[in-house]
């Protein structure tokens, strides 16, 4: 017999019981569906103990690492903390050691955790502001020992919060953030792949971050690939780093492409994410990370898979599944 | 495949939970891929498509199965008002066959699980 906690009570599990019955049981609302670790309808997240490797079949990598499971597979062998996906919320203080532009229309801004914090990067954290308005952004950085974030904060016309940041936010302030979130991030493991990487924008953000976690934390050996997509030059603002690190690591190969005029060779005109899958029409074994404008990702999943790449090897900004 | 297997089921023999996992991910790219009937895979999730296809991949292999018809009726009924078809359910079993002969599996086994999905043509067209 263990104990399931979720939300504010405890229940017992009875003789084999799994964690979805003896929520169901307890008259929980919680939803399932096949009750067979098929459909994943049961997603749970355990917020203690590693859950039975049994409960995470047919999961993500990025799922498993973060202690996710399917309820209806789950007999816990110990006490286990538990909570619905995404439903975890609590918030963080930081302060804002820097911020400056990277071009026009993008902010970077550099955040300092006032306690230790967990994250990959690329996943994503909401930012919230004192009264309340909240924005979700994802990690350009790799983990630190100083706790810090970086984000690149596109500034929208009539964006509520990111002409807030723009105009008011200075270094010094704080701001509170949610634990990060969502599975577009590296996975450790197999060095040898070959990663496909899709942004346009400011989708370059989680993107950065995972080429960085990559080369740099685990040495990833096979190829990396990074497409950047633009209407213009100005928005490919960070063409210089990302050249630099193509000097770096041979393995890395960075094709700025632009949607509008091209007046320099270094650009390939077209949209980002149909120069990559007609360069790799084979994507078998490979792992693909699409991150920006949520018609180019839902299109490029699609293609991606058509050409051979794994559903569970597609990897997308989670912002568009939340929908904030 | 070799030795007598007559005591196995259908789904032991065909590989249980591995083999459908090998399958779906072909079935739906066949499927996503055949212009007869990839418009009705329009604006769908495809992570949740896919748990489905695996889910109905699981029944017609004869595995567990813990929807009900009226299931399938209600999930197929929006599809039915858009023109969905005998013709698209035949193309949907030829690309499941397909599957498992690329898989390798005997025309014998695989006749029993076009046997299987064939149960769910009248649900699935809803009549």
């Given at each position: 017999?263990?104990?399931?906690?979720?939300?504010?009570?405890?229940?017992?599990?009875?003789?084999?019981?799994?964690?979805?019955?003896?929520?169901?049981?307890?008259?929980?609302?919680?939803?399932?569906?096949?009750?067979?670790?098929?459909?994943?309808?049961?997603?749970?997240?355990?917020?203690?103990?590693?859950?039975?490797?049994?409960?995470?079949?047919?999961?993500?990598?990025?799922?498993?690492?973060?202690?996710?499971?399917?309820?209806?597979?789950?007999?816990?062998e110990n006490d286990m903390s538990v909570s619905l996906p995404n439903t975890e919320i609590?918030?963080?203080?930081?302060?804002?050691?820097?911020?400056?532009?990277?071009?026009?229309?993008?902010?970077?801004?550099?955040?300092?955790?006032?306690?230790?914090?967990?994250?990959?990067?690329?996943?994503?954290?909401?930012?919230?502001?004192?009264?309340?308005?909240?924005?979700?952004?994802?990690?350009?950085?790799?983990?630190?020992?100083?706790?810090?974030?970086?984000?690149?904060?596109?500034?929208?016309?009539?964006?509520?919060?990111?002409?807030?940041?723009?105009?008011?936010?200075?270094?010094?302030?704080?701001?509170?953030?949610?634990?990060?979130?969502?599975?577009?991030?590296?996975?450790?493991?197999?060095?040898?792949?070959?990663?496909?990487?899709?942004?346009?924008?400011?989708?370059?953000?989680?993107?950065?971050?995972?080429?960085?976690?990559?080369?740099?934390?685990?040495?990833?050996?096979?190829?990396?690939?990074?497409?950047?997509?633009?209407?213009?030059?100005?928005?490919?603002?960070?063409?210089?780093?990302?050249?630099?690190?193509?000097?770096?690591?041979?393995?890395?190969?960075?094709?700025?492409?632009?949607?509008?005029?091209?007046?320099?060779?270094?650009?390939?005109?077209?949209?980002?994410?149909?120069?990559?899958?007609?360069?790799?029409?084979?994507?078998?074994?490979?792992?693909?990370?699409?991150?920006?404008?949520?018609?180019m990702v839902l299109h490029s999943k699609r293609t991606a898979y058509l050409q051979g790449?794994?559903?569970?090897?597609?990897?997308?900004?989670?912002?568009?599944?939340?929908?904030? | 495949?070799?030795?007598?297997?007559?005591?196995?089921?259908?789904?032991?023999?065909?590989?249980?939970?591995a083999a459908v996992n090998a399958a779906v991910d072909i079935f739906y790219r066949k499927?996503?891929?055949?212009?007869?009937?990839?418009?009705?895979?329009?604006?769908?999730?495809?992570?949740?498509?896919?748990?489905?296809?695996?889910?109905?991949?699981?029944?017609?292999?004869?595995?567990?199965?813990?929807?009900?018809?009226?299931?399938?009726?209600?999930?197929?009924?929006?599809?039915?008002?858009?023109?969905?078809?005998?013709?698209?359910?035949?193309?949907?079993?030829?690309?499941?066959?397909?599957?498992?002969?690329?898989?390798?599996?005997?025309?014998?086994?695989?006749?029993?699980?076009?046997?299987?999905?064939?149960?769910?043509?009248?649900?699935?067209?809803?009549?």
């Amino acid at each position: 017999m263990t104990r399931i906690k979720f939300g504010e009570q405890t229940f017992e599990t009875e003789n084999n019981e799994t964690v979805l019955n003896t929520l169901l049981r307890n008259n929980m609302q919680v939803p399932y569906g096949c009750k067979a670790g098929v459909c994943q309808c049961c997603l749970m997240r355990s917020l203690d103990n590693a859950p039975p490797e049994k409960s995470q079949i047919g999961l993500k990598d990025t799922q498993k690492n973060q202690d996710y499971f399917l309820a209806c597979l789950c007999e816990p062998e110990n006490d286990m903390s538990v909570s619905l996906p995404n439903t975890e919320i609590s918030w963080l203080d930081a302060e804002v050691i820097e911020k400056k532009n990277l071009s026009t229309n993008v902010i970077f801004l550099k955040l300092k955790s006032k306690e230790p914090l967990a994250f990959f990067a690329g996943q994503f954290v909401n930012l919230r502001r004192d009264d309340g308005v909240i924005r979700s952004y994802s990690i350009a950085n790799i983990h630190n020992a100083e706790h810090e974030l970086e984000f690149h904060i596109r500034i929208l016309p009539n964006g509520q919060f990111s002409r807030w940041v723009a105009d008011e936010l200075t270094v010094g302030m704080t701001l509170s953030f949610s634990h990060a979130q969502g599975d577009c991030h590296y996975v450790e493991g197999k060095t040898e792949q070959s990663l496909l990487l899709i942004g346009t924008g400011t989708g370059l953000a989680p993107l950065y971050g995972i080429i960085r976690d990559a080369l740099s934390t685990h040495k990833h050996q096979g190829e990396i690939h990074l497409f950047h997509g633009s209407h213009d030059a100005s928005g490919l603002y960070l063409e210089d780093k990302l050249t630099t690190l193509t000097q770096i690591y041979p393995n890395f190969h960075y094709t700025p492409c632009l949607s509008g005029e091209v007046n320099d060779e270094k650009y390939t005109q077209g949209r980002a994410n149909d120069i990559a899958l007609q360069k790799f029409p084979k994507l078998d074994g490979w792992r693909v990370y699409l991150c920006g404008r949520p018609e180019m990702v839902l299109h490029s999943k699609r293609t991606a898979y058509l050409q051979g790449a794994s559903l569970k090897e597609i990897y997308v900004d989670a912002h568009l599944l939340i929908k904030i | 495949m070799t030795g007598t297997t007559t005591n196995a089921t259908l789904f032991e023999q065909l590989g249980g939970e591995a083999a459908v996992n090998a399958a779906v991910d072909i079935f739906y790219r066949k499927v996503l891929a055949d212009y007869r009937i990839n418009r009705f895979f329009d604006g769908v999730d495809m992570d949740t498509q896919a748990a489905k296809q695996k889910a109905f991949l699981t029944m017609a292999f004869g595995g567990p199965a813990n929807y009900s018809g009226q299931d399938m009726r209600n999930g197929h009924a929006k599809l039915v008002k858009m023109g969905l078809d005998d013709s698209h359910f035949d193309a949907v079993v030829e690309n499941l066959a397909a599957t498992l002969t690329e898989l390798g599996v005997s025309a014998e086994l695989i006749g029993q699980v076009a046997a299987i999905a064939e149960t769910t043509r009248a649900d699935v067209l809803g009549k």
